[in-house]
């Protein structure tokens, strides 16, 4: 178990990376804060003593370090792991420190031919809960399109985002020893050959979904990071084949030789840079583009089912496409926390009274008919488009023989999550047949009818809608027509929770509205509760298009012995029953509000 001041950090060497092993050193150390005690281990085959030694003159007072001869260790394994190019096996040891170090439940890895400028006690201190691993998204990944491919079709990490750089390296060694995860290394290696980036391609196959993306400020590769400030960044990575031991003109190059010079090692590694010959130089710059080609070659055996695949609502994959929607669901958060569960959340427009000048409820007028009808047929066209391009997705309806068998007016009543959730209702009435002999209303909102723009304005004031007002004189006259409405035998749709939260997949709690209306004239109400699902479409907003579960219920009905207002509240409470026990036995979870004390239905 990790003292609470000791950090462990493992690094992985051959003899001749022992020179750059010392810059990093350097860097990591005079960076370091000396409120912790750093166990630094050289994971190694075949250092000299010499090395060993040099080295060993870091430690001080808070500073232990340790060589490990592994040699034993990989030879049980050395004959199924694959390198290439300028890898050994010794890039393969940070996936044994879960079983080599079990008095540990946390550690550092960190590839050698880096330069730390940050407090290497931050990386640490990340806090990684239940992942196995913590680490920066691999920037060679991001930048190119075809390794991007090869993270997805060939390693299958869901998204190339969340594909990581292994070369600095949080483990969770409590979590992986849990995982078994040695175990499903070494049977994943007899099984599949990864030979694009090896160990890091394993790791990240068998970490994904439990792994902790830190800023990449933390691995910075310098031949990829135009955009990135030198100020913020707390760790360069030389990696693959551009060496700043090797090559003039690689970006944040200077670093490096800075802690270099500070080294024993310095005048070793000048003779390492002028000795590297033009044909190592251009060999190393074929590696990348036989490196990339291996990746398109790889891809190119592999089918590519991306565009099927579900995509879950987690902010990386959709902030930057709906960064309102996002703000929709934290107003929607707080609403329910603070129980006004009335409010809407939609930044709506500015309400206009409504007059009753400015609205024909009962469409008596020509000129009220002429649009109503133009307003109906292009209603029907859009309908039928957006079923068509996927935009309104209706999985399955369920008891549609409840609204079948209502010869009289009534009251449908909906939880209302979605501007086209009317358009669900009007699809269901059509298919129950009550359209050949019936119409269906709905009730709107007093600004939705009176400055609402576009196209939606334009169905909102015309397709058989009923505005609320906030004026008593126009109040009045929606109240005559929604009696008449429901006498001579139509529908009327109601939204009881008199608000739209977006995507909200719980029922909210009932005004009596809707109930005292249907009990005034005798109707019944029928209820509808829509269950939805993320279906395999993306959206315009950047979320998933919903599928849609239309569930209607029994008609519930008036007591002809009893009040309007005691009918309002039986009825309205039986229809919040319906409504949560479709949701608990959909969703299979129990209905619960952040809300403290809420008042509902029980």
Avoid at 173 to 196: A, T
Avoid at 553 to 565: F, H, M, R, T, V
């Amino acid at each position: 178990m990790n003292n609470n001041k000791e950090i462990p950090i493992f690094f992985a060497i051959d003899d001749e990376y022992t020179p750059f092993l010392a810059v990093a050193l350097k860097s990591l150390l005079d960076n370091a804060s000396k409120e912790y005690n750093y166990c630094i281990k050289i994971l190694h085959i075949n250092v000299s003593e010499e090395h060993k030694n040099q080295i060993k003159k870091f430690e001080d007072e808070n500073v232990n370090i340790e060589f490990v001869d592994l040699s034993y260790y990989i030879e049980k394994v050395k004959n199924k792991l694959y390198t290439r190019d300028y890898y050994t096996n010794t890039t393969y040891f940070r996936l044994f420190l879960p079983e080599l170090y079990p008095q540990y439940n946390k550690v550092l890895y960190l590839d050698s031919d880096i330069i730390v400028l940050g407090d290497i006690s931050e990386l640490f201190n990340t806090d990684m809960g239940t992942n196995l691993v913590a680490a920066a998204p691999d920037d060679i990944i991001q930048k190119n399109k075809v390794f991007q491919d090869y993270a997805e079709l060939v390693v299958g990490v869901a998204k190339y985002q969340h594909y990581f750089n292994a070369g600095v390296l949080l483990m969770n060694l409590d979590e992986l020893r849990k995982f078994n995860f040695q175990e499903k290394f070494i049977y994943l290696l007899e099984k599949v050959k990864f030979s694009v980036a090896q160990d890091q391609d394993y790791l990240n196959r068998l970490c994904k979904g439990r792994v902790t993306l830190v800023s990449h400020d933390w691995d910075v590769m310098p031949y990829v990071n135009d955009e990135t400030k030198e100020e913020d960044i707390k760790l360069i990575h030389y990696n693959f084949a551009y060496k700043p031991w090797h090559f003039e003109d690689v970006t944040y190059n200077e670093y490096f030789w800075k802690y270099a010079k500070e080294t024993e090692f310095y005048e070793e590694i000048l003779k390492i840079k002028n000795s590297y010959t033009e044909e190592q130089k251009f060999r190393d710059k074929e590696a990348e583009k036989a490196l990339a080609e291996l990746a398109n070659k790889e891809n190119s055996c592999v089918g590519d089912d991306r565009k099927y695949k579900k995509v879950f609502d987690t902010i990386d994959e959709i902030s930057e496409k709906s960064k309102d929607r996002l703000q929709i669901l934290e107003k929607i958060k707080q609403l329910e926390k603070e129980g006004k569960f009335d409010v809407d959340a939609e930044n709506d427009p500015e309400t206009i009274p409504l007059t009753p000048d400015k609205v024909d409820y009962l469409r008596e007028g020509a000129y009220s008919k002429i649009k109503n009808v133009v307003a109906n047929r292009i209603g029907e066209r859009f309908l039928h488009n957006i079923l068509k391009d996927n935009k309104l997705i209706i999985k399955d309806i369920i008891g549609i023989e409840n609204m079948q068998k209502v010869n009289t007016g009534a009251i449908i009543t909906c939880n209302h999550f979605n501007p086209f959730d009317s358009f669900s209702i009007e699809k269901v009435f059509r298919l129950s047949g009550q359209d050949k002999t019936k119409k269906l209303y709905k009730v709107i909102r007093e600004g939705n009818y009176t400055n609402f723009p576009g196209l939606y304005g334009f169905f909102f004031r015309n397709c058989d809608t009923l505005p609320l007002s906030s004026n008593k004189r126009t109040m009045i006259e929606f109240m005559k027509a929604v009696d008449i409405i429901l006498q001579r035998g139509d529908y009327i749709l109601i939204y009881p929770e008199q608000s739209m939260w977006w995507n909200y997949r719980k029922p909210k709690p009932l005004k009596n509205g809707a109930f005292k209306i249907a009990s005034r004239n005798n109707v019944p109400v029928i209820p509808i509760f829509i269950t939805m699902e993320d279906s395999n479409i993306i959206g315009e907003d950047g979320f998933p298009v919903q599928e849609y579960t239309i569930n209607i219920g029994e008609p519930i009905y008036s007591n002809k012995d009893l009040s309007d207002k005691e009918n309002a509240e039986i009825m309205k409470d039986k229809n919040y029953q319906v409504w949560k026990k479709v949701y608990e036995d959909f969703y299979k979870i129990p209905l619960e509000y952040t809300t403290e004390n809420i008042q509902v239905s029980k």
